[in-house]
């Protein structure tokens, strides 16, 4: 029992290190990179196993980030998709070289080179020359970049 107890108490102290070094190193980065807010989370087994807040949400407002404060994706999710494409692709869905438009619902082009097709490889190195259509998302998300200065 006191075993148990023992290998109970120096997991809870290992969380509690690791908690705390995750803690630091983000709050460092943070300010090493002078960004305001961020959050953090670990997925495991599909589930959520961890999510914390760090800094400001809203500056002028001093409102804290929480797990619940919605950023906006932008770029970030190429990271995310990009991941997901590679995992498909090690499991032989599609080649590189194959054209995007053989698996897509709708089909994407160069306007300047429309019969040329947009390969897997070209999206994954951001190549494709495809644009963001302000048309659909104007609204949809924002109303274009946040009005406080990043600085």
């Not at 190193?25 to 961020?38: A, D, E, K, R, S």
């Given at each position: 029992m006191k075993t148990k107890l023992l290998l109970l108490l120096l997991a809870i102290c290992e969380i509690t290190n690791a908690q705390t070094a995750v803690d630091t190193?983000?709050?460092?980065?943070?300010?090493?990179?002078?960004?305001?807010?961020?959050?953090a989370c670990i997925v495991k087994n599909g589930k959520l196993a961890w999510a914390k807040g760090y800094g400001i949400a809203d500056i002028p407002l001093n409102k804290s980030v929480t797990v619940n404060t919605i950023f906006m994706l932008a770029s970030v999710s190429k990271t995310i998709t990009a991941d997901a494409l590679m995992n498909e692709w090690e499991c032989g869905a599609f080649q590189l070289t194959d054209a995007i438009n053989l698996d897509l619902p709708w089909n994407v082009h160069n306007p300047n080179y429309p019969s040329t097709p947009i390969t897997y490889a070209q999206i994954l190195t951001h190549t494709a020359s495809v644009q963001d259509n302000w048309s659909v998302l104007d609204g949809a998300l924002v109303n274009g970049d946040s009005p406080y200065a990043l600085g």
């Open positions: 190193y983000l709050q460092n980065y943070m300010t090493t990179n002078h960004i305001p807010g961020m959050s």
